[in-house]
């Protein structure tokens, strides 16, 4: 794997070196002794997946306050996705900064999201499929939202928000 540290201290693109032969092509998404070498967290407590029917579809932005903060590997599997993280470390030299990332079932691309991050994407295809390893089990009393419109972060979405579910939708405007 090769890992290319962002903007955004201590969150990673994670591209598959690829062994290819004449059947395709072999590569891996997940090393724990690569992961302990760039310091990144290497429990995972679940794996998640979302399948997205439409494009413009958004999810986010979503994390979880302490002591149930996730760490998260995602991956699309299928389609293609704009990913955006937040970084919410009050403490950071870039608290309030975010970025974007495609990621595709053809690039292969993975991001590695720290804990004390927002995250959320929306699909650039139709039928698009995700895939997260966490580091947490999901906590509801802990989970939070900001809302993707939020003003105090003026994101920049590729495409037109098509599709948003109530609750993602209803999420309130970001107060630290």
């Not at 092509?25 to 002794?33: E, L």
């Not at 595709?104 to 590695?112: A, D, P, V």
Request: aromatic letters at 14%.
């Amino acid at each position: 794997m090769i890992f290319t540290e962002t903007e955004l201290k201590g969150a990673f693109i994670l591209e598959v070196e690829r062994i290819v032969d004449e059947r395709g092509f072999f590569g891996r998404t997940f090393c724990q002794k690569e992961f302990e070498k760039h310091g990144l967290e290497t429990g995972i407590a679940q794996a998640n997946m979302s399948f997205n029917k439409k494009k413009g579809t958004v999810r986010g932005m979503h994390y979880q306050v302490a002591p149930y903060q996730e760490t998260k590997l995602v991956k699309c599997t299928s389609g293609a996705i704009y990913d955006i993280i937040i970084d919410l470390r009050e403490d950071s030299s870039t608290y309030g900064k975010w970025i974007g990332v495609e990621l595709s079932g053809e690039n292969n691309r993975m991001l590695y999201v720290p804990k004390d991050f927002a995250h959320g994407f929306i699909t650039l295809e139709d039928n698009t499929s995700i895939q997260y390893l966490v580091s947490q089990f999901y906590t509801p009393g802990s989970e939070r939202g900001i809302k993707w419109d939020d003003p105090k972060f003026d994101l920049k979405w590729p495409i037109e928000v098509s599709v948003i579910s109530e609750k993602d939708n209803s999420h309130p405007y970001f107060t630290s």
